[in-house]
């Protein structure tokens, strides 16, 4: 099975899901029309509610698609809103090859922009009346904040552990997927221990997908990743291929030495040079490799069906970004 | 009656509003807990969950005082969010009269810990499961956002309406305390009628807050109000005292000149002088005493109790600010 094929079987609702954003995000404030709007428009593939409408199925036939579909766009608003947060904190100028909503409309429209859709999707998935489903994005939407956090404290800390880095991509990035998956089985009315597994899977495949991204920022190719290379490093955010260069490759004096002020181009590109040498990238990959094995490994405790497969489908196919 | 005695009256549960507050954010993030902390610390009135308690008074005795207690702290906890979020939008330094987060952790620690303070706010809601009240609040949350890109949209605009700052003001201010009057008395299981009396009395006493603090923008003590005067006009922001001025008094060009480049300090003093020659301090002020009149008349509507003094008095206390 190809990724095109599934999300062909998906597209339908897919398109109801963007329907649904539109809609929440028509306020009639041209300010927030427009920044929202260009958010919806820059696209991006709709990960996360693919995921949910998947996983959606291993719950009861006859159950309510409209809940599912307003929690699948809940999520997108969420990850949006993190999206527009990180462009002003990273102060980043491209998204998915796009003009940030930062760099369009300024910082201060680009923060509320944020809030807002932190706050419709909360308003959103109020019309579900599920409580377990809000308690359960409510502190998932906590942890995301936390993981922001750590984000910031671990900024140029060349002593954070595995674990730090492991604990940070799992709230960045893991966290909403795996959400995605449970909260799609959930609201679907899946059997708990399902429910559970499919929550695996997604953290599993979170995980994976992050250090993929990681990788492409040493590796990436800025007219495809639509990011520049090295951007991690100029802004001191240590992710694992740094860190196995510095701590394994025993890099890091060298490294930490042409980091230690604000970088020049030249010094980044030099790092990155030390980065690739160092056999982190095909570290990181095995790594990956081996979190997607996990992925995996979780779904055959689910029965055999076709979602079953388009879920591998989807996890290989974002996890196996071309670079 | 005096506001110290309301005051004292309410302290006992003030106090265990405040113990919610330090535990929902004590979470083992150095800088979380730090930022969040500096926040609670620097205390301020706790006038919404003030409101929020007094109006639980007009509910069902027998109700279960911990899910009032719990709304209140939310209330507060979305109040700290968005000063923390005004604040790195403002790039404000002082904030009842401390540095403000911005300053001391910088603006990145400072917009997560916004986002988390939202995100907490949320999920102690969901403790209360009453989703009644998750819709009020995200509602309000949304039209506070909207509230806060209006204000940006507004910056600089010397052409915009009474109308238009009403609006503003609303959202921005008198939301969130018709909020915290109406959801006190809704989770205390008061009948639909008290809750929306209690609602608009919240609303009108917002009103008049926001004018009062506008019109402190111009002529109070920097010492007293922990603000600079004229911060308004120096980043813009046209609040009622300079609309009164730039359109009734017909001082409009002289002040869009004034202010028509990045303003020296100098400037701005003189803009000040204009708005307070003007006459419109004494314009808002009044303005003001309509709205905290309204609010005085929508409270006859209540049955004759303490607790309806007791509004009467706080909201004479929050809108007598000296200056």
Known sequence: MEFQEVYRRYRPELQQVEAILFDQLR?????????????????GKRIRPLFALICSRFGDPASDRTRVLRVAAALEMVHMATLVHDDVVDDASLRRGQPTVRVRFGNRPAMYT????????????????????????ARAMV???????????????????????????ER????????????????????????????????????????????????????VVGKRVGGDLMQGNLTLPALYAAQQAGRGKELAELLSGPPSAAEVAKAVDIVRESGAIAYVQALADRYREKAIAVLSGLEDRVEREELAVVAAFVNGRAY
Not at 114 to 137: C, N, W, Y
Not at 177 to 185: H, N, R
Not at 204 to 218: N, R
Request: charge should be neutral; aromatic fraction near 8%.
């Open 114 to 137: 944020g809030d807002f859709l932190f706050a419709k999707s909360i308003q959103l998935l109020t019309t579900v009346e599920r409580p377990d489903v809000h308690r359960d994005m």
């Open 143 to 169: 942890r995301i904040c936390q993981g922001e956090i750590d984000q910031i404290r671990d900024l140029h800390n060349w002593r954070q552990t595995l674990r730090d880095y492991l604990r940070r991509i």
């Open 27 to 43: 306020v009639g404030e041209d300010a927030l029309t427009e920044s929202s709007g260009q958010l919806i428009r820059a696209g």
């Open 172 to 223: 960045k990035t893991a966290l909403l997927i795996s959400v995605s998956c449970q909260l799609g089985a959930k609201v679907a009315g899946a059997r708990a221990d399902v429910v559970r597994t499919l929550r695996r899977f997604g953290y599993y495949t979170g995980m994976a997908f992050q250090m993929i991204d990681d990788v492409l920022d040493y590796v990436g190719d800025e007219r």
